[in-house]
Every structure is written in structure tokens, then in C-alpha cells.
């Protein structure tokens, strides 16, 4: 029998607890925290993606700003919306809905986000902290989810071969680092890595990023390890993860479902990031609140 690693339920008690939190801080006379999404253009994904996110925000009682721009939008026009932002002290938190429009450079919007308010962790200050392990940075969302997730499994890290497919800037990269920082043996495999079974068959903990539906199949797992299915793929009607789970759940210890595990905890620390740039913003300490 395999344990379900079960986002949902998790995100929802982390989500009771920042409700609370929010309720308490602002019954002393504090502003709520407060996130401003920004979606250029009008990829349908994109904007589901985004809806949940403000639905999620909501919901625990932070404040949501929407910044709709048209796909045509000029580089300058959204570098001058995130200047104002990154001025505006009652904006805790900026995000930035990638994948962007062909036309805008995703390194110079991502430079030009305030670090401080830089609540997907993707600013190389932050990405640097991570790096070097340094305290008090943004950790990018589906990293972060997926280490708390894991936690909350009392799933350990130190010393275990974490195998990572896909090195994506959103989660393989970084999530790469993040493990590292957990004393994980972290091996990364890409496009180019050949023949990937050979090292995913040696995943104590075996992590799927690619957005490849079905890329690991049964024969891929090693009997007893844990895995976690970032991929989500439209197919048709169906939402598929990068993971066979049907034939592969009862091979392994443990495993996340799609939807259902890793997505739902991606949200999650968005709040918990915007959160912490709300604390830090507003200058509050731990005995604060
Ligand atoms: N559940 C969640 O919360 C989230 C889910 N996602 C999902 O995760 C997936 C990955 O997202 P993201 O990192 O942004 O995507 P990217 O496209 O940036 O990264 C995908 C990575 O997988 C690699 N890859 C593609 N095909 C293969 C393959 N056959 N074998 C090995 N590696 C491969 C790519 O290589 P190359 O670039 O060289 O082609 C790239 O390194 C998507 O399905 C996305 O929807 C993303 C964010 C959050
Ligand atoms: N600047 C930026 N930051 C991001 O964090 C970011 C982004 N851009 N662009 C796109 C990816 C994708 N992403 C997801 C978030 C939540 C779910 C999610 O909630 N998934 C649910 C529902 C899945 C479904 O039914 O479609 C689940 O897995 O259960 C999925 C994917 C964040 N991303």
C-alpha cells in the first residue's frame, strides 16, 4: 500500500492557519497583506492559473490587484506597471504570470521586480540566497510546496539520492537547490541527459517536471521510493501528470497525485511568500504575532 502524499488536504489546513493569522493581525488595526498578479495576454491556461491564485488569496483574507495587459503590450508599458508596484507600500507581494509574450525578455521584467517583493523567488538576489543558503529570501513556490509537502510526510532528505527530471527555471533549477540546501545527492536530468531510466532507477525520491504526460513508467521507479509529479498536462479533458500513476503507485512508498498534490501547494506558498513580504515589509517580528 502506498501513502497518497495529499496536497490538497495539506494546503488547506496551511491555508486555516494563514486565514487566522491574517484575521488576527488585522482585527489589531494592520492592512490585510496584499499580491498583484500580472497577466499579459490571454493564454487560457494562464488565466485559470491565475484565477486560482486570487480565488486562493481571498479566501485567507489577502488582497488580490489584477493587472491585465493585452498580448501587444511594449516592454516599456509593463516595466513602468511593475516600477509603480515595486514603489506602492501597500503592495506586499509582485507576480509576474509567466510564460510571457514572445516579444517581452523574461530576464529583464524579472530583474526589474523589487527582490523584497519578489514572492515567486525568480529575482537572481533571491535565486542567489538559495544558493548560497541564506535565510530570509523567497524560495520559488513549487520548490518551497514541494519541501513542505515532503516535511509534513516526515519524509527525509539528508543523504538520500533526490533525482530531479526536467531543469526548468520555474521548478527543476530550482528545486535542485532547494534539495541540495536539504543535504539531498541531487542529480539532475534534461533533454539532453541519455537514457534517463538509469539514474531515476536510483531515486530514493524521484521528482517529475518536464510536462511530458506518462514520461515515467513503472519500470522507471525503484521498488519503495517516493515520488512527486510536478507535470500537468491537458489531454483531451483529462489533467495527466508526468507519471504513469496508475501503474506505478503500487511499486512505491509513497506518491502525489495530479491533480491534487503538487499544484495546490504551488498556490499555497505563494500566500506563504506573500506572507513573509508582508512580515518584512511591515516590519513585524515573530513576537509581533
Ligand atoms: N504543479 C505545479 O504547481 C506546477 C506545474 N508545472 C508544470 O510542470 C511542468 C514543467 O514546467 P516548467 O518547469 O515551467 O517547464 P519548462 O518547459 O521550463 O521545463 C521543462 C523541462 O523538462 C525538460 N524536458 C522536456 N522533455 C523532456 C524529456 N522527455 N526528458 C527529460 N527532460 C525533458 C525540458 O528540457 P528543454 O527545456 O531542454 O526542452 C526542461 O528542462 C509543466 O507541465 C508545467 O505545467 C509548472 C509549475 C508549477
Ligand atoms: N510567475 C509564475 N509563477 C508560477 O508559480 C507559475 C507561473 N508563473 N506560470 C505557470 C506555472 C504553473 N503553476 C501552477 C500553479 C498551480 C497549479 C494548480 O493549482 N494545480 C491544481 C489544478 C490542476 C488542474 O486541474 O488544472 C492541481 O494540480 O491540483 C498548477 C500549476 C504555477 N506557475
Request: with cysteine.
Amino acid at each position: 500500500m502506498h501513502i497518497l502524499l495529499d496536497g490538497k488536504s495539506l494546503s488547506e489546513s496551511i491555508r486555516d492557519q494563514i486565514k487566522t493569522y491574517v484575521e488576527r493581525i488585522t482585527s489589531r488595526g494592520y492592512r490585510e497583506p496584499s499580491l498583484a498578479v500580472v497577466l499579459v495576454g490571454d493564454d487560457p491556461a494562464s488565466h485559470i492559473y491565475v484565477k486560482n491564485k486570487r480565488k486562493a488569496c481571498e479566501r485567507v483574507g489577502i488582497k488580490s490587484l489584477f493587472y491585465h495587459l493585452p498580448q501587444n503590450t511594449k516592454v516599456p508599458e509593463l516595466l513602468d506597471l511593475i516600477a509603480s508596484l515595486n514603489s506602492d507600500e501597500s503592495v506586499d507581494g509582485i507576480l509576474v504570470q509567466l510564460p510571457l509574450p514572445q516579444h517581452i525578455p523574461q530576464e529583464e521584467v524579472i530583474l526589474s521586480i523589487s527582490p523584497k517583493k519578489d514572492v515567486d523567488g525568480f529575482h537572481p538576489e533571491n535565486m542567489g540566497k538559495l544558493v548560497a543558503r541564506i535565510e530570509g529570501g523567497f524560495i520559488p513556490c513549487t520548490p518551497l510546496g514541494i519541501d513542505l509537502l515532503l516535511k509534513h510526510y516526515n519524509i527525509d532528505l539528508k543523504g538520500k539520492n533526490v533525482v530531479i527530471v526536467g531543469a526548468g527555471f520555474i521548478v527543476g533549477r530550482p528545486l535542485a537547490l532547494l534539495m541540495l540546501w536539504r543535504d539531498a545527492t541531487v542529480c539532475v536530468c534534461h533533454i539532453h541527459t541519455k537514457d534517463i531510466t538509469q539514474y531515476t532507477k536510483k531515486a530514493d525520491i524521484l521528482i517529475s517536471a518536464t510536462g511530458v504526460p506518462h514520461l515515467i513508467k513503472r519500470d522507471m521507479v525503484k521498488e519503495g521510493a517516493v515520488v512527486v509529479d510536478v507535470g500537468i498536462s491537458k489531454v483531451g479533458e483529462k489533467v495527466l501528470g508526468d507519471v504513469d500513476f496508475e501503474r506505478v503507485k503500487d511499486k512505491v512508498y509513497a506518491i502525489t497525485p495530479v491533480p491534487g498534490g503538487v499544484g495546490p501547494m504551488t498556490v499555497t506558498a505563494l500566500l506563504l511568500n506573500t506572507l513573509q513580504a508582508y512580515r518584512q515589509n511591515m516590519n513585524l517580528k515573530d513576537g509581533d504575532l
